[in-house]
């Protein structure tokens, strides 16, 4: 289990996923809905590597769910993220989860207060 604390990813031991990553793709194609607006392809896939102590660096960034649609309704998001982590030599070390952002448009979006959608997978 990986578990975020304080910022910094850790494994099930509570050492951080030093030099690991993380992989987020969204789901469908999608429609920036804000500056600076235009697509975003569902096949594209966000990867951030971790530093030494399993943080992200300060200026990695994704663009809210609230910022992207199609979206069911003003409070449904239709739109989420496909989350995966990664130890330093690019072994799967969470099952994939789906994630949202319900941040405001032009918020910043902080992992730490993510919202876990679907934990397990068929």
Not at 8 to 22: H, K, M, R
Not at 32 to 53: D, E, H, R
Not at 72 to 94: F, K, Q, R
Request: cysteine-free; charged content about 10%; hydrophobic content about 50%.
């Amino acid at each position: 289990m990986i578990t975020l604390t304080g910022g910094n990813f850790q494994d099930a031991t509570g050492a951080p996923l030093a030099n690991g990553s993380i992989v987020f793709q969204l789901n469908a194609d999608a429609r920036v809905v804000a500056a600076p607006y235009g697509q975003v392809s569902g096949k594209t896939k966000a990867v951030f590597q971790l530093n030494a102590a399993g943080a992200l660096a300060a200026n990695a960034q994704i663009w809210s769910n609230a910022e992207l649609t199609p979206q069911l309704s003003p409070i449904l998001l239709g739109t989420y993220y496909l989350v995966t982590l990664y130890d330093a030599n690019d072994a799967p070390v969470s099952d994939p989860m789906w994630w949202i952002f319900p941040n405001f448009i032009g918020a910043t979006v902080d992992i730490a207060t993510m919202m876990a959608f679907i934990f397990d997978l068929p």
